[in-house]
């Protein structure tokens, strides 16, 4: 999902940076209030494991990729304003440092795939689980779905993103100044392959990762996090 320069145009771009500034600062806030001490190694864990999934990039005609990220999983673990914060550091240096995804379109490539998909995902995952355990049957079902549903809305918002420079900025002749694709082209190849491949590997990858984490260290699921805390404060106590 990652959208190199030159695809998006600098009155698309500009904004979405922008959009992403306090968006950051109100994750870090977060994580710096809420988050417990060792917890952070976690998140830091997550966030590696992301950028390393992430640069396993199947290409996709008109520019973009598709692969798995690994937010939803995170969002899980630490809370979707964690998993934020997490997955914008990797993406920010995959784009620095890798020259994976556009310096001008860091700010579109965290919105989609750090902000849309983990909070899509999370709120998915906890809609469907309920009051289930998380290794049940059921919890296992949630994070699948969840990180399907989360990666391919985010996949959905990209093409969108890029698809409609097509239609907004032309030169005089009707030559796309940007992404040379309309909307339907973009859509139609972003959604084929992240349907059918990247959204299955990802929920693989999220249900793999909850089970091997809570057969492996279940105090990472036991004890307080994020995301347990805010429940246990929606419920009137503790999980």
Not at 68 to 87: R, T
Not at 104 to 131: D, Q
Not at 133 to 143: D, V
Request: hydrophobic share 55%; aromatic share 10%; charged share 10%.
């Amino acid at each position: 999902m990652h959208i190199p320069d030159g695809y998006l145009s600098p009155q698309t771009a500009v904004p979405l940076i922008a959009v992403m500034v306090p968006v950051l600062g109100i994750a870090a806030n977060k994580v710096k209030n809420e988050m417990k001490k060792k917890e952070v190694p976690v998140l830091a864990a997550g966030a590696a494991f992301s950028f390393v999934i992430m640069m396993f990039n199947l290409p996709i005609p008109g520019g973009s990729s598709a692969h798995a990220v690994g937010a939803v999983l995170l969002a899980i673990l630490l809370g979707p304003w964690a998993a934020c914060l997490g997955v914008s550091v990797a993406l920010i240096i995959q784009a620095v440092v890798f020259g994976d995804g556009g310096i001008l379109a860091i700010g579109a490539n965290c919105f989609n795939i750090a902000f849309i998909m983990p909070f899509v995902g999370y709120y998915t995952y906890k809609i469907i689980k309920g009051r289930a355990e998380k290794l049940s049957a059921r919890g296992m079902a949630a994070a699948f779905i969840g990180a399907y549903i989360g990666l391919n809305v985010a996949a959905l918002s990209t093409a969108l993103m890029f698809g409609a420079q097509y239609h907004l900025f032309q030169a005089a002749d009707g030559t796309p100044l940007y992404f040379m694709y309309p909307i339907k082209v973009a859509v139609a190849a972003m959604m084929s392959e992240h349907l059918i491949l990247a959204g299955p590997v990802e929920g693989a990858v999220s249900v793999l990762g909850l089970w091997f984490i809570g057969k492996n260290y279940p105090a990472l699921l036991a004890e307080g996090s994020l995301w347990r805390a805010r429940e246990g404060k929606e419920a009137g106590t503790y999980v």
